[in-house]
Structure formats: C-alpha cells, structure tokens
C-alpha cells in the first residue's frame, strides 16, 4: 500500500512528550539557513530531519530517495513500512524553473519530503500529517517564513503551473546517490 501526498488513509502517530523539543523558541532552530542557498536534496533532507526532532523529539534514520515521473497532482509517495520516498521529479523541475530564489525552490523540496517522512514516522492519515508537517515547519522557521506559508497552504494553488508539469505513469525510478548521508554514511559509501 502507498502512502501518497494529498491521500488518505488510517492514523497512527507518534506522540511527542510534554517535555519535547516542540516547545522550544523557533528563532534557535540551527539548519533554518540552509534553505536559503542552492541546496542539494540531502542537505534539505537533514533540514527535515532536523526539524522534525527538534519539533517532535522523533526520528527514522536510513531513509532513501527515488525520483519519479508521476502524475502532477502527486507530489511524492512512500510505501507503507518502506526505506524509500519517491519524489515527483517533474514537478521539482517545474518548480526548479519558475522559482523566483533557492529558498523558494528548497522550501518547495522540505514541504514534501517533510510530508513524506512524517509518513515514515507512522502518521498516516492525510489531514492529520498536513497538520503536523505545518505544526513541525512552523515550530522550527516561525510563522512567517516561505517554507510555513506553503506548509501550511495548498502548492498546487500557490504555484498554478505545477498542474502542467511533466507527468508521468512512475514506471521509471531513478534513486538519489549520496541521500540521508547525516545517518547512512557509517554504513552506506
């Protein structure tokens, strides 16, 4: 079964202590600046990571990443109890064209890849992982951040043009070389 953005399916999430890492102040958030230069997917993946324990306390290590030509109203899926996020890789191209800086283009990447991994965490449900995903963006970049705004917004409404994006049926996969590098590269070269 997959687990795709914008889908449905049962919740399950993990609960973050009272004392968690999610009550701390935004603005000591130590990764937020990366977003903001050219970015490789690794880097805005520890981005990611980062942020989800610092918001939640919670973490999955050994993920990896595959691109995709899916359908454009799909942003990413990943396979329930799987090692693998599959990334849209026409709408990143897309996105990539039209984005007006890095940190537009980045923000765009951490949106889904934080969706997706929240998956991996064990939220399931849709509307429950689109809450957390804002809750987690917002906790560590603050309120009015790029990244929060489509957090907590809809892509394909805020960027129209990714309706048009190259799609495709997923046949083909592409895995990202060099991916969640922070917790794989004691083992994976």
């Known amino acids: 079964m997959m687990s795709p953005l914008f889908l449905s399916g049962p919740a399950h999430p993990p609960r973050a202590s009272p004392g968690s890492p999610a009550t701390r ?30 918001a939640l306390g919670i973490e999955r290590p050994g993920l ?5 030509n899916l ?3 799909l942003g990413a899926y990943w396979q329930v109890t799987g090692n693998l996020i599959v990334l849209n890789e026409g709408l990143v191209d ?4 039209h984005a007006r800086s890095p940190l537009e ?18 939220y399931l449900d849709e509307r429950a992982v689109r809450e957390v995903t804002a809750r987690v963006t917002r906790t560590a970049f603050g309120p009015d951040h790029p ?3 489509m957090a907590e917004g809809d892509l394909w409404q805020m960027f129209p043009f ?9 046949q083909r996969l592409k895995v ?13 070269r």
């Not at 102040?25 to 520890?46: I, M």
Request: no cysteine.
């Open 176 to 188: 990202v070389t060099r991916f969640d590098l922070a917790t794989t590269n004691q083992y994976i």
């Open 105 to 122: 283009l980045n923000s765009f990447v951490y949106v889904i890849l934080a969706h997706e991994y929240l998956h991996a965490l064990g």
């Open 64 to 68: 990896g990443l595959g691109l995709a």
């Open 71 to 73: 359908p454009p109203q």
């Open 25 to 54: 102040a935004a603005s000591a958030f130590p990764l937020a600046g990366v977003l903001d230069a050219p970015a490789d997917f690794d880097a805005v993946f520890r981005v990611v990571h980062g942020a989800v324990r610092y």
């Open 147 to 149: 990244t929060t705004k």
């Open 94 to 97: 897309a996105m990539r064209a």
């Open 162 to 170: 990714l309706a048009y994006a190259r799609g495709g049926d997923g």
